[in-house]
């Protein structure tokens, strides 16, 4: 985020995607695609001027889901944790997405691809678990909404 903010390509980005220019981002890629990287589980090495990002969608993506192990003994917060607690202070949905996932975004249609599934998680509401060629636009709203 800091890199991007500091050579000045968050709107030049976001004018290229608008033009239909294909957006294609794994890991952090994916972070930045939502509306803030606030979700993210990279430990803040640096600082950025903010934590606001592309918006190219308007939900935030949590890359590399992990679903809590019910026989761990580490007493630290889940990720699933950890994204409730986002949502205790923030409005957005999060989408879960486990490794072997990717969300395909066209003509206003949010699918979920892959081998793996994801899991969705809404302000007020219990998380919902996704399927591989589920359409998610109505549980995240669509990249038109943003």
Not at 101 to 123: S, Y
């Amino acid at each position: 985020m800091k890199a991007l903010q500091d050579l000045e390509l968050l709107e030049p980005i976001r004018r290229k995607v608008k033009k239909g220019a294909p957006y294609i981002g794994s890991s952090a890629g994916s972070n930045v695609a939502g509306p803030t990287i606030k979700t993210t589980k990279d430990m803040p090495i640096v600082q950025p001027r903010s934590f606001d990002s592309l918006r190219l969608v308007p939900f935030q993506i949590s890359p590399h889901y992990l679903d809590p192990d019910q026989n761990s003994t580490h007493m630290g917060e889940t990720q699933e944790e950890r994204i409730l607690q986002f949502l205790e202070e923030n409005e957005t949905p999060v989408a879960g997405i486990r490794e072997g996932a990717w969300l395909l975004i066209e003509n206003g249609a949010v699918t979920l691809k892959g081998k793996t599934g994801a899991r969705i998680f809404r302000p007020g509401q219990a998380p919902v678990e996704v399927a591989p060629g589920a359409e998610i636009s109505k549980l995240l709203g669509g990249p038109d909404a943003s």
